[in-house]
Structures are given as structure tokens and as C-alpha cells.
């Protein structure tokens, strides 16, 4: 299992993001750099990844965008901008319509799971306020706001 995914986590959210984009391009042909003008809105959205535990599976994929609207300060602008992004919109349309929303199916019941733990965080993760909390380590992240992990299920 990948550290940050582990409740207890004491990886740093630096530290935490680059083993996620480590993994992630290991699993699918993505670059390691994204366009300039995304590059902060997705390093905040790869923090909420790390923050709230999601992989980044297309289920894990799902369930980071309902915790990046439940747990987060994003504004509606400020997805726009990713979502409009020639990165999102070529990996989105690589993707294809029917596997994302079998994606969204299956992870409806953790998207369920979300909204109930995000009613019960402390306060919501500043989506622009990301880099000052970089050497921070995840599970005191998680603890100042609030985020409750569920522990791993016994393989």
C-alpha cells in the first residue's frame, strides 16, 4: 500500500505528491509536468489526493473530485480552469464517457462515505493555501482539519 494512503502517514505533503505522480505514471503514459498555467491548480488538487487518501485509480479519481467540492475551498472558477485545461481535457477524452462513469458508480458509496466525513472535518483544506503546509507532514495535516482516514480493509 502506498504510504499516504496509510491513516497515520508521515510522509510530507511534498513528499506525498511526488510518490503520487511517482505511481501514477507508472500505472498510465502521463507526463510529469502539466502546462504552466495548471501547474498550481493540479499540485492542489494531487494534495487532495494525498490529503484525503485516494489513489488514483478512475474510482480514486471519482472520489478525489467529490472531496476536492466537500472538503476543499475550491471555487467553481477554479475547477473550470483545470477542467478546461488541454492536459484534463486530452486525458478526460482518452478515458471516454462509459469508464468514467462506471468509475463514478462504483465509488458511489465512498463518495457517500466522503460527505459524511467532511461534515465532520474541523474546517475545510484551503485549496490556494497548499505550499505553505509542503513540509507539513500528512497525518498532521489530517489532524488540524479534521480528516478521518478509514483504516485499511485486510486484504
Do not use: N
Not at 496509510?6 to 509536468?33: F, G, H, N, W, Y
Amino acid at each position: 500500500m502506498l504510504a499516504y494512503l496509510e491513516p497515520q502517514c508521515r510522509l510530507t505533503l511534498r513528499q506525498s505528491i511526488a510518490l503520487l505522480r511517482e505511481e501514477d505514471a507508472k500505472e498510465r503514459d502521463v507526463a510529469m509536468t502539466v502546462a504552466p498555467e495548471v501547474e498550481r491548480s493540479m499540485t492542489a488538487h494531487d494534495a487532495v489526493h494525498v490529503i484525503f487518501a485516494c489513489d488514483t485509480s478512475d474510482r480514486g479519481e471519482a472520489i478525489a473530485h467529490a472531496w476536492m467540492m466537500l472538503g476543499t475551498t475550491v471555487k467553481h472558477g477554479e475547477i473550470r480552469a483545470v477542467t478546461m485545461s488541454r492536459d484534463h481535457r486530452t486525458f478526460a477524452s482518452e478515458m471516454g464517457h462509459a469508464r468514467r462513469l462506471g468509475a463514478l458508480i462504483a465509488a458511489l458509496p465512498s463518495i457517500a462515505d466522503a460527505a459524511f466525513r467532511a461534515r465532520r472535518m474541523r474546517k475545510r483544506w484551503s485549496w490556494t493555501d497548499y505550499d505553505r503546509y509542503l513540509e507539513v507532514p500528512l497525518v498532521d495535516i489530517r489532524k488540524e482539519y479534521g480528516v478521518r482516514i478509514p483504516l485499511p480493509k485486510p486484504v
